[in-house]
Structures are given as C-alpha cells and as structure tokens.
C-alpha cells in the first residue's frame, strides 16, 4: 500500500493523460486541476489508495464540484417547519416579488416622491405595525438577531430581568443566557424553573434596564406551574418606566383554533397586552422568509433602528421584498390560509390528506407494497410541540434494500426526497409533499429501485 501511495502521478502528470485532457475541452481548466488535484489528495490520504481508473475519478470529482450543494428538497417527513430542510416555502406572491426585486433596481433606499436617499428600515414597517397592531415594526435578518438588537439597544450593560422556567435552549445554538451575554445585556434570574409570580419581578426590578418573556417553543410545562400573565408584566415594567419585551418566537399572525392548533402565542396577543417590543420568526408560523420581525411602541422600536446592530443584521432586499408580499397576503385571513403554503399544510382536512396519501400509493412501484397509514404530521419549528396532527402516511416496504438504504437513494437522487424511517419502513406524509409533485415522488422511488 504505503509503495503505491510513493507511485502517485502529479497533477501535471494527470492532466497529460488522454482522458483527463478530454474533460478540459468541456470543462474550464481551474476546475479540472481542481478534480485531478482532490483525486490525487484522496489517493494519499485514504486507506483505499489510489482510484482503479484516474480518468473516471476525476471525471466524477469534475461533477461532484460542478453539483450545486444547496439543492431543492421534496421534504416527505411531515413536519412542515423543518429547519433543516429550509423552514417555511415562500407563497406565489413573495416568489414573484422577489424575481422582480432580484432581476432590476429597486426602491431599496430610495425616496421615489423625494428623488433622494430613503430608508431601507421603511419596508415592511406599516405592514407590519398593521397586522399586529402595534404602532412601528421593523424586519433583520433573523429572530435571533432581533433579540441581540433589541437587548443591546434596551439594556447594554445592565440588567434583564426574566423568569429561570424561561432560560432555554432552541437549537442551533440559541441559548438565551448566552444570546443575553452577547448583546452586552445583563441576565437577572427570577423565580424558580417551574413557578414565576409577578413578585418575584418586583422584587428584583429596582436596577433593573428591562424585563424579558421568551416563549418556551419546542417544550411544554405541565403540572405545578405558574407565570405572570403578560399583562401583568406589561404594567409592572410601565410602572417603573421601563421597557417589557416579548419573544414569541413563531410569529404566528393567523387565527389557527378553529383548525384544531391552540396554545402557541399570537403576536397580536403580545401586542395587545402592552409589551414594548414583541420579536418573532419571518420563517416559521409567519410563511416568510427568514427574517427577524420586531414591532412595538413607536419609541423602543426607534432605539433598536437605530442601534448599530440594526445595520449589522439588516434584511437584504430580496427578504425584504419577500416579507412585504407575504404580509401583504395576510390582509386578507382566508387567502393567508389558502396562499401561504405553511399555513395551508397545517390545514389541510383529513379527508384531503387521506385522498393525496391514497394517489400517492398508486402512483408507487407495486415493488415497495405500498400501503396506507394512520399518522401524525409535526408542525415543526419549535412551534404547537404537542399539536396533534392526524394524517395518512404510506408505507413502504424496502426489500434487500433496508429502510435506511432506500431512504440513501432517495436522498441522493434528483430531485432529492426526504422521507422517514420508521420500524424498518420508508414512510411518506403527503402533507408536506406538493400534491402536483406526486409524479415526481413516483419517479424518484423508481430511479432509486434501479440497479446502481
Ligand atoms: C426560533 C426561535 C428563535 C430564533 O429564531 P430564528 O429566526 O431562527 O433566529 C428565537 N426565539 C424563539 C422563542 C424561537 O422559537
């Protein structure tokens, strides 16, 4: 082995040989020296050794490179926020806004009545003030960085009073006592992991900058618990003038009871209440792109504006653009439903699911013995942690392939599909699925049925 290793051929070498000189007549030649220099790297440093064909293994190198690496997803889990897959899909209206925001120029920062300099911290802000009925709002780049933003302009080098049930971890490496840190805001504990009462902020609010509710997302408190409602809170702050903020996380802005999903806050809920600032996801139960949303009082949102962080996590124009339009579509609740794809997922009947799952499985390889199943979907996202979401999944059975085999192939095909492994079965929720993609979705199963 090690006397093969000391044989290897130099790039030069390489790019000599007959088949690697005909990649460079279809190929530019940085990417070729490229493929032939990674070949070459892989050969002495992985126990295989060097490739049984160098052509070939350069040729695959050249594709692998020329493959994008964020590629579209038929996300076939179920779980309709999945982070890892992209959270929400964006409706028709945010597509098409940001086609025409992306191909031209755009008013990003320009006053078109004035002619001269505007302000990118317009977009979105009446939409947003509107919908929530605050009086200002402003977009950043994420919740996260909403937070930082909000907590440095507020409370940098001074402290921030909220409850220990609420020091919690998201995911992805959002902590609140580190997010706290790192904007320059000192953390003030209150009350106990399981029970909070509003005298346990008055007692400590005397220095206090601020006091902070985080929804606690992705989990749930049962039992022998207590919080202060927001209200309460919201007074108590007002009473010693100073500000109460409020991260509700999802940014949920429709009305989701009467489809059977309780328990998640609601930004007009927040608002109502009297919090200061109320921060929340574009990308989660909103249906935006990924945005940090802030609304409030007319004063507090103009200390974030003009925070320096504000510039450094600024919405580009495409979110922006995005944001707008899918806002936009929330003027109307019953078109929110219908056109914001998250919101129509996680609404979608039974009946209707049963009926995709049903098509799904006959447009299946009769190979995989496809057959159907009473389920659950996940809103995902931290948001509705519990909520029951009853559907129909298929089942498929992987043969010599093993579930995690099939779900491989599934993965690496084009287009990619990701779906679940679930007691040694390839399981498929059409909730999640476009049901104009289905074809697509049999496609896929079929190529990955295929010999390598
Ligand atoms: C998800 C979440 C965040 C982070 O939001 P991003 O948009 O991912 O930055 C912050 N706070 C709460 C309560 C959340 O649920």
């Known amino acids: 082995m090690t006397d093969r290793r000391r044989e290897l051929p130099s790039v030069d070498r390489l790019l000599r040989d007959p088949a690697i000189a005909e990649l460079l007549r279809h190929a ?22 060097p490739p049984p064909d160098w052509g070939e293994a350069v040729r695959e190198q050249l594709q692998d490179i020329a493959t994008r690496s964020l590629r579209p997803v038929l996300n076939a889990t179920g779980v309709v926020l999945h982070t890892n897959l992209g959270r929400a899909p964006l409706a028709p209206a945010a597509l098409a806004a940001i086609a025409e925001v992306a191909a031209g120029y755009s008013s990003l920062e320009y006053d078109l009545h004035a002619g ?9 802000r009446t939409l947003l003030a509107e919908l929530t009925g605050a009086e200002d709002g402003l977009a950043v780049n994420n919740a996260a960085g909403a937070l930082v933003v909000a907590l440095n302009a507020v409370a940098a080098g001074r402290r921030v009073l909220i409850s220990r049930g609420e020091l919690i971890e998201i995911g992805g490496s959002f902590r609140i006592p580190d997010i706290m840190a790192k904007s320059g805001a000192v953390l003030a504990e209150v009350g106990t992991t399981n029970r909070t009462h509003l005298g346990d902020y008055e007692a400590a609010i005397a220095d206090a900058a601020a006091i902070l509710t985080v929804h606690r997302s992705n989990f749930e408190q049962r039992g022998f618990v207590a919080s202060p409602r927001s209200a309460e809170l919201a007074a108590l702050a ?18 989701l009871a009467p489809h059977g999903l309780e328990g998640e806050p609601r930004v007009t809920e927040a ?19 990924q945005a940090g ?28 653009a995005a944001l707008e339009a899918t806002l936009a579509v929330y003027r109307d609740p019953d078109r929110a439903l219908s056109e914001i794809p998250v919101l129509a997922m996680l609404t979608t009947p039974a009946d209707v699911l049963a009926a995709r799952a049903q098509a799904l499985a006959a447009a299946c390889p009769a190979a995989l013995a496809p057959r159907l199943l009473p389920g659950h979907s996940a ?9 029951p979401l009853p559907t129909t999944l298929v089942a498929l059975d992987p043969g010599t392939l093993g579930a995690h085999g099939l779900a491989l192939r599934l993965r690496l095909g084009e287009p990619a599909l990701v779906v679940r492994v679930e007691d040694g079965q390839v399981v498929l929720d059409p909730r ?21």
């Open 28 to 49: 530019p030649r940085n990417a070729v020296v490229a493929a032939a220099r990674e070949v070459v790297h892989r050969a002495r440093t992985r126990r295989a050794g």
């Open 116 to 124: 001269t300099r505007g302000h990118r911290a317009d977009h979105c």
């Open 238 to 255: 007002g009473r010693h003038g100073i500000p109460y903020l409020v991260d509700v996380g999802s940014g949920l802005l429709a009305d």
């Open 271 to 289: 608002v109502a209440a009297g919090a200061s600032l109320v921060l929340f996801s574009g990308d989660k139960l909103l249906g935006g792109p």
């Open 293 to 320: 949303c802030i609304v409030g009082t007319r004063t507090w949102v103009a200390a974030v504006r003009s925070n320096p962080f504000a510039r450094a996590l600024r919405a580009d124009k495409l979110t922006l």
């Open 379 to 387: 809103v995902g996202g931290g948001a509705f942690p519990e909520a």
């Open 432 to 452: 999640t699925l476009p049901p104009e993609r289905a074809s697509d979705v049999a496609r896929a199963l079929a190529a990955a049925l295929q010999d390598p």
